[in-house]
């Protein structure tokens, strides 16, 4: 009868070790006594001196001979003994390219690591700077030859940009307003201030909340957009067909864009401010028992009118910075579909931190401004 099970035997003949295999050495057969197995071949060792004779093994498929070729060391052994028919097995591991060796930790690697960080982010601020010249020099340019403005792909990146996002941007502000208004009712019940909630947020909305949401948003949506469309239009070879026409892209595509951003960005900032300030007098009326007359009647002298100006012009900066960002990253974007996802991800993550950065300079710049009368 056959043997059915793998079997190794370690033998002496003359002072020379040799180690006889037999049995089928399939995975079938194998996966009983694996664990047996190895303990076995551990046990030998891995003395180059040792014959291995492998002619009573009856069966031999590719988990068999890997198993036998990881005990040798990845190299077939000098006395190696084997049947015909089980050549070609050890031949196509003969054939496999050698193993890669773990990389050595580097000590200095954190230091690499934050140098190239340093470096790529330097990169990336020469590069904004010069897109920021090469826009500056199309914009001066543009009075001197009206007829060459581009109004007409101002006025579709403004609808795309700016009229699109209207249900959106106005729906969160309505939110966020309602969401605030009801936690500061909830505290101001208690303390009996119930009106200084027009003052709360009148202020709060037109000041920080209505611009900051509307850029966060805009950046998300058409940020992203935008960086997506230079992606495809790089992906497409169509900027250098423009190029090639003698069309700058500067002023047909990259400009309209962050004009239209600049110019969009302020009417959202408004849109959603007066959305949150509505779901503000909603609660007040449901929980407070202010009126929409006395409200809105009170709101004028809680909000300055120099924070309409702060508000106005943070909305442009925001503008300005995500359509700038937009530009830079859908420029960058490589010939390949996973550079655009990740561009793309650059892109809105970047321009939503450099927002959040801009308005802290603002707070920080004009702290003392718009605040009283």
């Known amino acids: 009868m056959p043997n059915d099970r793998p079997t190794l035997t370690l033998e002496k003949i003359d002072q020379t070790q040799r180690i006889a295999v037999a049995g089928p050495w399939r995975l079938r057969h194998l996966s009983g006594s694996l664990s047996a197995i190895r303990k076995q071949l551990a046990k030998f060792g891995k003395n180059p001196d040792v014959q291995w004779n492998l002619e009573g093994v009856e069966g031999l498929d590719s988990t068999g001979a890997l198993l036998l070729w990881k005990q040798w ?10 049947r015909p028919e ?4 050890f031949q196509r591991l003969e054939q496999l390219p050698p193993p890669l060796k773990r990389p050595q930790r580097n000590p200095l690697g954190p230091v690499i690591r934050l140098g190239d960080t340093i470096l790529n982010g330097l990169k990336h601020l020469s590069e904004i700077v010069i ?8 914009t001066l340019s543009l009075p001197a030859q009206p007829a060459r403005i581009p109004l ?7 609808h795309k940009a700016g009229g699109r996002a209207l249900l959106i941007t106005g729906l969160v502000g309505l939110l966020i ?11 101001l019940r208690l303390l009996g201030g119930e009106r200084f909630i027009v003052n709360l947020m009148g202020l709060a909305v037109t000041r920080e909340l209505g611009p900051l949401l509307a850029a966060i948003l805009i950046a998300g ?4 957009a935008m960086t997506a469309e230079l992606g495809v239009m790089r992906l497409t070879q169509e900027i250098d067909a423009l190029t090639t026409m003698g069309i700058s892209p500067f002023k047909r595509v990259l400009l309209p864009k962050v004009i239209a951003l600049g110019l969009a960005m302020p009417l959202l900032a408004f849109w959603t401010m007066a959305a949150g300030i509505f779901g503000g007098m909603l609660v007040a009326k449901s929980e407070l028992n202010i009126t929409f007359g006395q409200f809105l009647s009170d709101l004028p002298s809680a909000i300055p009118i120099v924070t309409y100006w702060i508000a106005l012009l943070k909305s442009i900066a925001f503008g300005l910075v995500i359509g700038l960002v937009s530009c830079h990253f859908g420029l960058r974007i490589k010939p390949n579909t996973e550079s655009l996802g990740q561009e793309t991800t650059n892109a809105v993550v970047t321009a939503i931190t450099l927002v959040i950065l801009t308005d802290a300079i603002f707070a920080i710049t004009l702290r003392d401004v ?3 009368e």
Do not use: D, K
């Not at 007409?152 to 403004?158: H, T, Y």
């Not at 307003?177 to 936690?183: A, D, E, F, P, T």
């Open 73 to 82: 060391g990845q190299r077939r052994p000098a006395n190696l003994t084997l």
């Open 86 to 89: 089980h050549e070609p097995l």
């Open 131 to 138: 897109l920021m010249g090469r826009l500056t020099l199309e």
């Open 152 to 158: 007409r792909e101002i006025s579709a990146n403004i």
């Open 177 to 187: 307003g309602i969401v605030m208004s009801y936690l500061s009712a909830l505290q």
């Open 221 to 224: 949506r058409s940020g992203s």
């Open 370 to 372: 718009g605040w009283f």
